[in-house]
């Protein structure tokens, strides 16, 4: 019998292995038909769409070749918005991740009341984007907002409010402080769980060693952050560059395109001019944007992590 049962256990086993080792592929495939289905379908077809001309009849679509990437890179407008693309993104990872980490920092420390605090510092992550609009709206409305009050306490000699959102010079910082307050408690409970895993007997050796506080956080704190600032700003980045729904509700991309983003601008041609194959074609050229910076995160993270094991 116990001949017998080794025989069987050694053909059984290999088919009770057979079948876990297909368990996380089954588990995945549903994920996988979603993301084939309604993500990579659909960028396929937009890059389909970027060589053809608006579509005609039912479907039918004719062939242009590269005659609508000819007449983007000769078109003033999308190089405005890919500027405005570039710029908004840029100080939108500053600020947003700056301030979660500032924030991970403040919410790492001891003090009365901290989980309450932790919890406040959720809500703006938690709201919406339509009612953050209107709040902000209400802030800096030119007539009765608050902002006014501010405004006329630290520069008394100012004879009228600020138009604020309808300022040439004020609407995209106030669009990045926008999407900057909304975005940053992501990244500072991200950075947070970092800092509460990271071995307090790290800190003890460093405060025996005569090591203060900012030297701990410079040799201990920063570079066990480093990954996840990094991950960070790959994900503000994608974020900020697909950004829609603030920046068309505050500004609509004006006063006079200042805030006018490639995504903005892809929804203009396409469902105000009805211009198809052109939004197409400048999503297009946002996804290989988005794509190329993603690529640069990725060689600076690889690099610092290498850097990191000599």
């Known amino acids: 019998m116990g001949v017998q049962a080794s025989v069987n256990a050694q053909f059984i086993k290999p088919a009770q292995n057979r079948q876990r080792d297909w ?11 979603y993301e084939g289905i309604f993500i990579l379908i659909p960028i396929i077809q937009q890059f389909g769409s970027s060589f053809t ?3 005609i009849g ?3 679509a004719k062939g242009v070749g590269l005659a609508n990437y000819e007449r983007m890179l000769n078109d003033k407008f999308f190089w405005n918005s890919l500027r405005v693309t570039l710029g908004f993104m840029a100080a939108t990872v500053i600020v947003a991740v700056g301030a979660g ?11 009365r009341g901290r989980s309450i605090a932790r919890a406040v510092m959720t809500l703006p992550w938690a709201f919406p984007d339509l009612p953050t609009v209107l709040v902000f709206y209400w802030i800096l409305n030119p007539s009765f907002g608050i902002a006014n009050v ?12 600020p138009k ?12 990045v402080a926008i999407a900057s307050w909304k975005a940053f408690p992501f990244y500072g409970l991200v950075t947070l769980s970092v800092m509460q895993s990271i071995p307090q007997e790290l800190y003890e050796a460093a405060k025996v060693d005569g090591a203060n506080t900012r030297q701990a956080f410079r040799y201990i704190t920063l570079p066990a952050l480093l990954p996840i600032i990094m991950l960070s700003g790959i994900l503000a980045c994608i974020f900020a560059f697909r950004q829609f729904v603030l920046i068309f509700l505050a500004t609509g991309g004006g006063p006079g395109r200042v805030t006018e983003t490639l995504v903005i601008s892809l929804y203009k041609t396409a469902f105000r001019s009805f211009d198809f194959s052109y939004g197409a074609t400048i999503g297009v050229s946002g996804f290989v944007v988005v794509f190329v ?8 993270q690889h690099r610092q992590e290498a850097e990191a094991a000599r």
Do not use: C, H, K
């Not at 309808?166 to 910082?173: E, K, S, T, V």
């Not at 910076?293 to 600076?300: A, M, R």
């Open 164 to 175: 604020w959102l309808l300022d040439i010079n004020l609407a995209m910082p106030l669009v």
């Open 58 to 60: 039912f479907g039918a």
């Open 23 to 33: 368990l996380p592929y089954m588990l995945a495939l549903p994920i996988i038909i």
């Open 293 to 300: 910076i993603t690529l640069l995160f990725v060689y600076l």
């Open 150 to 161: 501010f405004i006329r306490f630290f520069m008394p000699w100012l004879t009228e409010n």
């Open 53 to 55: 001309s608006d579509i």
């Open 101 to 111: 980490v500032l924030a991970a920092v403040l919410m790492n420390q001891r003090f």
